[in-house]
């Protein structure tokens, strides 16, 4: 009797030895150097592409829609021929020969975009000095003004999302002095019975400085109202003739 206890307590004994011992070596085995711990964050999978950049150029993969030269991405809105000049690498509002749209249509965008106010309005006020804007999807207006000292509604003033959202700031320069717009822009979603399921939100940066910070576009520009959305798929890029000699010049669009 006393010899089987001798005998089951060190089985009990070397089983827990090798218990010991095991548990020993798996903790050992789970103390990871640093690296190792550091390598558990690392994701290597999707790889961002190339996109080439200098100072000078716009990105590698961005479609240019003005190179100083013609007018061959752009159209009339009737279709026809766009009749705005081209003048010392500038595109320049022809007054009353109509908005001028890309051949081609966009959806979701990074636009690139600089212009300049016209010294001749300089004596107009408000809604009346250097007026354009850039109609995203042929729709939805970010204002161009001369809002250099000029008075006007602030939901009507440069940078602004025409009568929906006033810019974050005035960062305009004077007339006669190049200025551009960085814009992001996610166009509205509709489902297939037309039925809005998400509407487009727009990001702007004016000379640098953010004038609009991921805003939600109630529905198309309006001077009158605020119409409701309707259902459209990628549209292009719209340009406005308000009468005001505006000019333009680098524009591009990555496309998102
Ligand atoms: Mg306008």
Excluded at 98 to 115: P, V
Aim: hydrophobic content about 35%; proline content about 7%.
């Amino acid at each position: 009797m006393q010899a089987k206890t001798i005998k089951k307590n060190t089985v009990l004994t070397i089983v827990s030895l090798c218990c010991f011992v095991l548990g020993f070596e798996a903790a050992a085995k789970e103390k990871k150097e640093p690296w190792e711990l550091a390598q558990e964050t690392e994701v290597w999978e999707p790889v961002p592409k190339v996109v080439t950049t200098s100072e000078k150029n716009p990105p590698s993969d961005a479609v240019v829609l003005f190179d100083g030269k013609s007018l061959d991405q752009w159209q009339g809105v009737d279709g026809g021929a766009a009749r705005w000049h081209v003048d010392k690498g500038a595109m320049v509002v022809a007054p009353k020969t109509g908005d001028i749209r890309t051949k081609e249509t966009f959806c979701d965008i990074q636009l690139h975009i600089e212009w300049k106010s016209p010294k001749e309005t300089r004596g107009l006020e408000g809604q009346g000095r250097g007026n354009s804007g850039v109609f995203l999807q042929e729709r939805y207006e970010v204002q161009i003004l001369d809002s250099y000292k000029n008075e006007t509604y602030p939901n009507g003033q440069a940078a602004s999302v025409y009568k929906q959202s006033i810019p974050l700031a005035n960062a305009s320069r004077g007339p006669d002095v190049w200025q551009n717009y960085d814009i992001i822009f996610r166009s509205p979603r509709f489902d297939e019975e037309g039925t809005l399921i998400k509407p487009a939100y727009v990001t702007v940066l004016h000379n640098g400085v953010l004038v609009q910070d991921h805003v939600e576009i109630q529905g198309p520009t309006s001077w009158i109202g605020q119409p409701p959305y309707e259902a459209h798929g990628c549209a292009p890029l719209r340009l406005q003739d308000h009468g005001n000699p505006v000019s333009f010049r680098n524009i591009w669009v990555r496309k998102l």
